[in-house]
């Protein structure tokens, strides 16, 4: 790194940011190297249409490199002490952090985010997933256990060997820190297959990191899905994949996984439920759609609000204060301070989300209302949406029923308290739920009920370090972010026994 200019040098974070890319363009991060890939392909800025810059198009042999140098860095850092691991990543989060505003700036162009409202947020909370992992050293704990009085029996966690982390574009930057750190903390190297549509900032954590950590320890691969995350996925080495991404991707990384019998985790899709009751406080509730929707995200989330059932005696006064809150978002350049939504991250998925719209606004009971104004001059107007709320539709309806990972949510009244847990239920995913109630009991009932691995109530929160996270259903399998996900998604655990003569 020693050709970028330091982040405390006084230097414009634009042209860090622009330092950044010029380092990283077509290159992957392979035992400690910036390491050019033969072939390319073109990085879109969504926000001005044009291409931000190239990115590495790998195949199985940058996948094979990658894979062979976390494999012969493993043995060494398995035997460095967790807690010595443990402070090279929370050095680590403190680089980062210096480094924040020029890679949310690379954030905010490869993704369309907007910096103030998105990426700088994703940037803290990326390196409080290091600083709080890498505190987690010492908990890399065994048992003893009762046995018989003539053996000491005992269990122990060991790291599992080269773990393939396999990313979506949307929150980049958080979601590879949720695999890498417990990963790296727990004494496994890592490979991770950035996300083709947004990897600079991916590889700008990765070289800071890999400022603190041996070569080969943690390495990146840019290539598409089929030639280079599938090859990681069937690569003899990898002991364990982990990825966050589709559930149709998630169903081939499984079967990838289950033809070698290795552990995978999933965190994939959803269609979360935000049940408002009739009790509620109307203004935290609203807040609590927009904040729960994502809606500053353009909705690009896993755990948006997509499904809101609002009690029907205040249905309509949290139809119309949404929307006056949602009129008032500033949609515009990701950059420019006074944005607060910026665009959908590429044509592809803004088409997707165009085809739910087309439903919707072709369904005769349906009422589509877009909300906010549409970006003027200084960007290219293609990728932005407005923020959109669908009312009455018919519950069997696909806007209803699945992910449209846009800013788009459906709106339902609601009468009989069992009948909208049911409706909510009503669903393949479980990844997320919120209850919006003043009553304790309903609260607690209604947190038992709901089929998500994520629930709240009253607030609205997105993962959080040290929460444990995960879905339920079609949203996929295990946990991250926190001890437990740690110690049984990147250790095992041996028994050994040991008889006393
Ligand atoms: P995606 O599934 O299309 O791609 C995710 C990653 O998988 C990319 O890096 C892609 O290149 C790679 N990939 C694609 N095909 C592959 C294959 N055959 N083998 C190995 N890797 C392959 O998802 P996306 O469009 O990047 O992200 C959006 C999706 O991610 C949404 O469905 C969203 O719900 C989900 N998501 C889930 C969470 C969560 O925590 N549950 C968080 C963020 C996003």
Redesign the pocket.
């Known amino acids: 790194m020693t050709d970028l200019p330091a982040a405390d040098s006084g230097a414009d974070p634009s042209d860090l940011a622009a330092a950044w890319l010029a380092r990283l363009e077509g290159v992957n991060l392979i035992d400690g190297a910036v390491v050019p890939a033969a072939e390319t392909l073109e990085v879109l800025e969504p926000a001005q249409m044009r291409a931000l810059g190239r990115t590495a198009a790998s195949g199985a042999a940058e996948v094979e490199a990658a894979v062979a140098a976390a494999k012969a860095a493993g043995e060494a850092w398995a035997e460095t002490p967790a807690r010595d691991r443990g402070r090279a990543v929370q050095a680590a989060a403190r680089a980062l952090m210096a480094e924040a505003e020029p890679l949310a700036r690379l954030l905010a162009r490869e993704t369309g985010k907007a910096i103030r409202t998105e990426c700088r947020g994703e940037l803290a909370v990326a390196a409080d997933l290091l600083e709080m992992f890498g505190g987690l050293g010492s908990e890399l704990k065994g048992e003893t256990l009762p046995f018989r009085p003539d053996t000491f029996a005992v269990t122990t966690r060991e790291p599992l060997g080269v773990i393939a982390a ?6 980049p930057l958080v ?1 590879m820190m949720l695999k890498i750190a417990p990963a790296l903390v727990a004494g496994n190297t890592v490979v991770v ?5 947004a990897p600079f900032a991916t590889l700008a954590a990765a070289e800071i990191l890999n400022a603190h950590l041996p070569p080969g320890v943690l390495n990146v691969v840019v ?4 030639d ?3 090859p ?2 069937d690569h003899p080495d990898v002991a364990k994949i982990t ?8 169903e ?2 499984h079967a ?1 996984a289950a033809r070698r019998l290795i552990p995978v985790s999933l ?4 269609k979360s439920p935000m049940i408002v009751c009739d009790d509620v406080d109307l203004d935290r509730a609203i807040d609590g759609a927009v904040t729960g929707m994502r809606f500053t995200r353009a909705g ?4 948006a609000a997509s499904r809101l059932y609002v009690h029907r005696s205040v249905y309509e006064p949290f139809v119309a204060g949404l929307r006056a809150r949602l009129d008032a978002l500033v949609i515009g350049d990701p950059l420019d301070e006074a944005t607060d939504v910026g665009t959908i991250v590429s044509p592809a ?1 803004k088409a997707t989300v165009e085809r739910y719209l087309s439903l919707a606004d072709a369904a005769p009971e349906a009422e589509v209302i877009r909300c906010g104004a549409l970006p003027g001059t200084g960007v290219a107007p293609d990728l932005f949406l407005q923020p959109t709320l669908i009312l009455h539709i018919d519950a069997a309806s696909p806007v209803v029923r699945e ?1 449209i ?1 846009g800013p788009v949510t459906v709106i339902q009244p609601w009468d009989d308290w069992d009948a909208v847990l049911e409706q909510a239920n009503d669903t393949t995913y479980g ?1 997320a739920a919120s209850i919006w109630t003043r009553d304790l009991s309903r609260a607690l009932k209604g947190t038992k009920a709901l089929n998500a691995g994520f629930v709240q109530v009253n607030a609205g929160f997105t ?1 959080q370090p040290n929460l444990s ?3 339920f259903g079609r ?2 399998l295990g946990k ?1 972010a926190s001890l437990e996900s740690m110690l049984e998604h990147f250790t095992r655990k041996k028994t050994v026994i040991m008889a006393m003569d």
Do not use: D, H, M, R
């Open positions: 396999i990313l979506p574009w949307n929150v979601l297959k950035a996300a083709e549509v290539g598409t899905g089929p280079c995350g599938q990681l996925c990825f966050t991404g589709s559930e149709k991707v998630g081939t990384i990838a965190e994939l899709g959803g690009q989330s896993c755990t998925q992910e990972f990844l993962i996270y995960g879905g949203s996929g991250e």
